[in-house]
């Protein structure tokens, strides 16, 4: 039965994924320390095991080019075990300091759990398309880290395909049922983060709303709708809550100083994975850590990061600068020096922009952010404890409202708002909860509001074309039967580019479809003309209708003019359907795909 089928691939995936990055810290725990590890040690262990191999994750191959990729996946026994033993001593340290915290296993947290993974399971096991479209990129990516150890394009961030291809490298799984799969395990990381956080700031009470709301609230569906596909911003807001856990804790006097190097440690793989990311937490790390660094070192060092930088960028050719400039601030721009491109960003950056989101929901970010802050406000330890927490909220949602401390092209704080409001929601419940014990009850009507999200699951919709469903349906079909030239005879494929990005990247055709050599794709672009038919089998996919409008306008033309190629693809079929030594049929695979096949009956006419 193909969904049994479907169930065990998935299943397969995600246990594979959980049991090289949880699975395997805690093994080396118990055979290094002699005792069973409690779940925030596993946590930050896994956290060390993942950004180790976000930043070191191919050093065999990049040492030793003539080592296979599949030798990197060796890596991943040293780093876990260097990471078990730098969490178990964090972790001894921090239980010493404040011996009131326990941390005691919650039979809670397993449940919620497979809550968090059911939620985000059951779009992929009903749908083929990968649901974002920034999926298909990384489809690409993680076909170049498995076969040749590096990406095609050298200076797009690694560190996500360095964390995806260890599963791989160890497995015979195919590549596009990874892809489609594995984004439920980095929501459980990041839902089993949220777990953790919570716990350590507040209480487990707080520690088990806080992960109801990550796990499966309807309210954050564009949270839950992170879990579906595979792209590099899974990771990247996998590991925001174990930066806001180390921020936290160096807040506080009683830190232990090493702490610094943790939060380097996943500071430098967010920047691996998800610059960008990074780049919108810059002015919370400001806030919190330039109180606590002497003058005499920060001057310096900031003249020194800040040369370093500039550097760095300077570095860069001036032509492919200048167009990630113009893609950032979606302007289309031409300056003929460094110091110009360098002004566009800036402005760029400190600009106010129109958000993704409306008048009404920007209210609502606003009320919401009171509302969960005003628990804290009525008790000066606890207001001490989640002071990061909350100016990473309010740093998030003034990012999210008015488009503030980021580029036009990547307004995403809202993801970083949605948890913060998870982390804040758990909290004012422990406090409603302490006040009036007898509102504990109100623990039962929130699950059966959550559990509406199993009937209703997050599925993003389709941007990059009206028939994006049944065209990787039918492409995976392609993928199947034409594995090797032996098994079928050469096709050609026409049709459309999905994309204009260089190397035909997050185009969903080549990206399923460009190791399969059998199949030559004939992608069109709108400045090309179409080349002239020749012997052989023809396959024309068309779609044809409307499609989810994005919060980007620029996106929206762009596609509208890519879908206007179809017009010329299905005028060169009926062109060819008039002559006698052509045979045409087609069929419609959806109201809004259709499929049409043109077979010479002579090599040539």
Not at 152 to 170: D, Q, T
Not at 313 to 324: G, M, V
């Amino acid at each position: 039965m193909p969904a049994l089928a479907d169930l065990f691939s998935a299943l397969s995936v995600n246990l594979l994924l959980l049991g090289l990055y949880a699975g395997l810290p805690a093994l080396c725990h118990l055979l290094c320390c002699g005792r069973r590890p409690n779940g925030e040690t596993i946590w930050l262990a896994s956290g060390g095991l993942i950004a180790f191999q976000a930043l070191f994750g191919t050093l065999p191959t990049r040492v030793f080019p003539a080592v296979t990729p599949a030798w990197n996946a060796l890596l991943l026994l040293p780093f876990a075990l260097l990471a078990s033993r730098i969490a178990s001593r964090i972790a001894s340290r921090i239980a010493a300091r404040e011996p009131c915290q326990k941390n005691a296993a919650d039979p809670w947290l397993i449940p919620l759990l497979l809550l968090a993974f059911t939620v985000r399971i059951l779009s992929p096991l009903r749908h083929m398309a990968l649901g974002q479209s920034d999926a298909y990129s990384h489809l690409q990516f993680l076909r170049d880290m498995v076969t040749t150890g590096q990406l095609r394009h050298s200076f797009y961030p690694p560190g996500h395909a360095r964390v995806s291809a260890p599963a791989l490298w160890i497995s015979t799984l195919d590549l596009y049922t990874f892809a489609r799969y594995a984004g439920a395990a980095y929501g459980i990381g990041l839902v089993f983060g949220v777990y953790h956080l919570t716990r350590r700031i507040c209480s487990q009470t707080a520690a088990r709303f806080a992960t109801l709301f990550a796990a499966a609230f309807p309210a954050f569906a564009p949270l839950l709708r992170t879990g579906v596909g595979l792209y590099a911003n899974q990771l990247g807001l996998l590991l925001i809550p174990f930066l806001l856990w180390t921020l936290t804790l160096l807040t506080r006097d009683s830190a232990p100083r090493k702490l610094y190097a943790f939060l380097v440690l996943f500071a430098a793989a967010l920047m691996i994975s998800v610059p960008m990311m990074l780049l919108d937490l810059l002015p919370l790390l400001a806030l919190l850590l330039l109180p606590r660094v002497r003058l005499r070192i920060l001057i310096p060092a900031t003249l020194l990061l800040l040369a370093a930088g500039l550097f760095l960028l300077s570095r860069i050719p001036l032509e492919p600068l200048q167009q990630t400039a113009n893609i950032f601030t979606r302007q289309e721009q031409s300056h003929p020096h460094f110091a110009g491109i360098l002004l566009q960003l800036l402005k760029d950056y400190l600009h106010w922009k129109t958000p993704p989101v409306s008048a009404l929901q920007r209210i609502g970010i606003g009320g919401a952010a009171l509302l969960s802050a005003a628990a804290a406000l009525r008790r000066p330890k606890r207001l001490a404890a989640i002071r990061p927490l909350l100016m990473f909220t309010a740093l998030s949602g003034l990012q999210t409202a008015t488009g503030l401390l980021q580029f036009s092209s990547y307004q995403r704080a809202g993801w970083f708002f949605l948890i913060g409001l998870c982390l804040l929601g758990g909290i004012l419940a422990d406090e409603i909860i302490q006040r009036a014990p007898r509102l504990r009850w109100t623990a039962v009507p929130l699950t059966l509001l959550c559990l509406l999200s199993l009937r209703f699951p997050p599925h993003p919709a389709p941007h990059l074309s009206p028939g994006e469903e049944y065209l990787i349906r039918t492409l995976v079909t392609l993928r199947g039967e034409y594995q090797t030239c032996e098994t079928q005879p050469a096709i050609h494929l026409w049709v459309r580019a999905f994309t204009r990005f260089d190397g035909a990247q997050g185009d969903p055709v080549p990206a399923l479809l460009e190791d399969r050599t059998c199949i030559q794709i004939r992608r069109i672009l709108p400045d090309t003309p179409l080349p002239t038919p020749g012997g052989g089998r023809h396959v024309f996919l068309i779609d044809s209708g409307e499609t989810a409008h994005t919060a980007d306008p620029v996106f929206n033309r762009e596609r509208d003019k890519l879908l206007q190629i179809n017009e010329r693809i299905l005028a060169q079929v009926q062109e060819l359907g008039r002559h006698p030594q052509v045979r045409v049929t087609s069929r419609d695979l959806s109201p809004n795909l259709t499929l049409w096949e043109a077979e010479f009956s002579k090599p040539d006419y």
